[in-house]
């Protein structure tokens, strides 16, 4: 007798048998105990996870003897065909290869005769996603009244690609990814019953690998059974499958923890020895620092697909990471990621991607550095700037700039002999002139307020009223928010320190000409970065 592949010997025979699937199975035994069978249906999700395998099941019980049953005998000659695909009556069409305008018109043309021995004569169209528009359109019509004695059942990995018309004349059941867990467990009860050899931690390494589809786990079972006859152990599991072990993913988080660049070079040279490949082991690596963000909380390390002692050590070293460290982190694992496939040298950009993170400097905290900046009390830590180095080298840490006194603007005095305050008397083109010193007392060391009020132009000063206009970089948005702060009187302090009176401001949006202007000047200085420059003490590098 030819061998026959674990997939295929232990299809499921029931919906009971069904893994992981519970809800889409118990829906569809209550419509047959209730006698309410669909004409239709499609199945979407991943690959691997049950669909054609329920369309079977349906068909069988739809066509029992003794049906239609919620739990068919798998007996009669209908039971016993419909798995075998030797029936007439259920015809199972694969979608990739019958995708054309002509097949649908020969279902739709032969729809019309009568079951040859079953019930009810089904159709399941498997990956139906890939049939044509035309074929879509032929099967419209069929598909919404078909003869008492048809059925149809689909089955779909990109339900997106179906057509809505063909959604709303069929039920819809989304098929889940299995979960790690109940894979584990349904390989566990197989190799108990076939006499497989198997340690707990291998078929769990082997349920992760399979990523939720029942099928691949079981034909993964049947490459580790022929690599390890004698037993199934983690370290086999790791060797066939090119898995990494979970200390290489602990000491990459060690080299990006305490920046030990150099050591980078050895743990490419491990992933070498060991034939990993270098996108599968940036997946992992991936993997390991969610792990870690998982682990802050402990609620979120029971999410964490690993042994107990895994997680333990995940929960000791969660703590040693900053939250927006780990976060910049995954950003960057994820561009790396979807760029390695490209890439004509994987593993130079795997090697590229661990020196990056082993030279990241620690988060800037804005608020700590602003309150520094405002001679508040000092930061509790000295935040660091984000500068990669070219080359590999030990990395030097330079803290910011020390707190300066004269970084916080101060109001000026109401009457000085070099700048004489503004008044009445003095025409726009004065209050021009002064804009930004204008600013910086309105805004009082706000520097977003003062970066938005720095993007407009004074256009007007009459009877205590001044006019300032904004072009099309200040969204609407922060338009109104401006007029909202200016009619609070939240600004009138600074106002009257620059003034010597009460002035009143309004805002408003400048004509297409002065726009054009305006955004013109703007780019050639750009406020927020000035200001950020001012605020921070550093100089511009041209």
């Not at 898995?243 to 992933?271: H, K, M, N, T």
């Not at 030990?394 to 305050?421: D, M, N, R």
């Not at 205590?464 to 302090?493: I, M, P, T, W, Y």
């Amino acid at each position: 007798m030819s061998f026959l592949v674990t997939a295929r010997k232990w299809r499921p025979k029931t919906f009971g048998e069904v893994v992981g699937q519970e809800g889409v199975s118990r829906t569809l035994q209550n419509a047959l105990k209730a006698g309410r069978v669909a004409h239709a249906y499609i199945f979407s999700g991943p690959r691997g996870i049950g669909k054609t395998t329920t369309a079977r099941l349906l068909a069988k019980a739809v066509n029992c003897e003794h049906g239609p049953t919620a739990d068919p005998c798998n007996q009669c000659t209908a039971c016993l065909e419909i798995p075998e695909g030797r029936s007439m009556d259920v015809l199972e069409i694969d979608g990739a290869s019958n995708r054309g305008v002509g097949e649908i018109r020969n279902l739709r043309d032969n729809i019309h005769f009568n079951p040859a021995a079953c019930r009810k004569k089904i159709y399941i169209i498997d990956e139906v996603h890939m049939l044509t528009a035309e074929a879509f359109n032929a099967l419209l019509k069929t598909l919404e009244e078909p003869p008492d004695h048809a059925m149809f059942i689909f089955a779909t990995t990109e339900i997106n690609r179906v057509p809505a018309t063909i959604l709303s004349r069929c039920q819809r059941f989304d098929f889940r990814r299995i979960s790690t867990a109940e894979i584990a467990q349904h390989l566990r009860y197989i190799c108990d019953t076939d006499g497989v050899k198997a340690d707990d931690e291998a078929l769990e390494l082997v349920a992760r690998r399979a990523d939720g589809a029942m099928r691949d786990a079981q034909s993964l079972l049947d490459q580790m059974t022929t690599f390890a006859p004698e037993g199934i152990t983690a370290d086999e599991v790791r060797t066939a499958l090119g898995i990494a072990p979970e200390e290489l993913y602990f000491r990459v988080s060690d080299i990006v923890l305490q920046d030990q660049v150099a050591d980078v070079f050895q743990i490419i040279d491990e992933v070498d020895s060991k034939g990993l490949s270098p996108r599968e082991f940036l997946r992992g690596i991936s993997d390991h620092f969610l792990n870690l963000l998982k682990a802050r909380d402990s609620k979120g390390a029971d999410f964490i697909e690993a042994p107990m002692a895994i997680r333990e050590r995940y929960s000791q070293d969660a703590a040693k990471f900053d939250l927006n460290d780990v976060l910049r982190i995954l950003a960057i694992l994820q561009d790396a990621f979807n760029e390695i496939r490209r890439h004509p040298q994987p593993r130079m950009k795997l090697e590229l991607t661990l020196l990056r993170l082993a030279s990241l400097e620690r988060t800037v905290n804005i608020e700590e550095l602003l309150e520094e900046l405002r001679g508040g009390a000092p930061a509790q830590k000295q935040p660091q700037t984000q500068t990669p180095p070219p080359a590999p080298q030990k990395k030097t840490k330079i803290a910011p700039p020390p707190p300066q006194k004269q970084e916080a603007p101060k109001p000026e005095p109401v009457v000085a002999s070099t700048s004489p305050p503004v008044n009445a008397q003095i025409g726009i083109k004065s209050i021009q002139s002064r804009w930004q010193e204008i600013v910086d007392q309105f805004c009082e060391g706000r520097i977003p307020l003062a970066c938005q009020l720095k993007m407009g132009r004074p256009q007007s000063y009459e009877n205590g009223a001044l006019v300032v206009g904004f072009g099309n970089d200040l969204h609407d948005l922060q338009l109104e928010r401006l007029k909202k702060v200016a009619a609070s009187g939240s600004l009138g302090s600074g106002i009257e320190k620059i003034f010597g009176a009460a002035v009143k401001l309004r805002f408003e949006r400048l004509s297409k000409a002065d726009a054009e202007e305006l955004a013109k000047e703007n780019r050639e200085e750009d406020p927020f970065e000035t200001e950020l420059i001012r605020c921070l003490g550093a100089k511009r590098i041209a």
